[in-house]
């Protein structure tokens, strides 16, 4: 059985980071790409980073390109998530999938398995 489960969100104030992290069991990360997701309140769920199964192909949202970087380390099954230059309006819930594609648009439709989620809040 495939699941996900992230980690590291909290509270932080804006200009700060965090990083999150995705660790997969029940099966290879080396095989599957993983998106990273992130849902505000009263708002729809949006792509924010995906990166291929080999790690060659990463795409990101406009709004924080720059900023996010999602990485893979395939010795811990894990998948990362640094944001640095935190702002307001990066507080949602973040979580990761897999069983989908990294492509330009990151769709959350184009993605089958979830983890459960991490809150991330920015403010002062």
């Known amino acids: 059985q495939l699941q996900l489960v992230e980690s590291g969100g909290g509270l932080v104030q804006p200009g700060g980071s965090l990083r999150l992290s995705c660790t997969a069991s029940?099966?290879?990360?080396?095989?599957?790409?993983i998106g990273w997701f992130r849902q505000a309140p009263g708002k729809e769920r949006e792509g924010v980073a995906c990166?291929?199964?080999?790690?060659?192909?990463?795409n990101y949202a406009d709004s924080v390109k720059g900023r996010f970087t999602i990485s893979k380390d395939n010795t811990k099954n894990t998948v990362y998530l640094q944001m640095n230059f935190l702002k307001p309006e990066d507080t949602a819930i973040y979580s990761c999938?897999?069983?989908?594609?990294?492509?330009?648009?990151?769709?959350?439709?184009?993605?089958?398995?979830w983890g459960q989620g991490t809150q991330v809040t920015v403010s002062s």
């Open positions: 999938a897999t069983e989908g594609a990294c492509l330009r648009r990151i769709a959350p439709g184009d993605f089958r398995t």
């Open positions: 029940g099966f290879n990360l080396a095989y599957y790409a």
């Open positions: 990166i291929s199964s080999s790690g060659g192909t990463t």
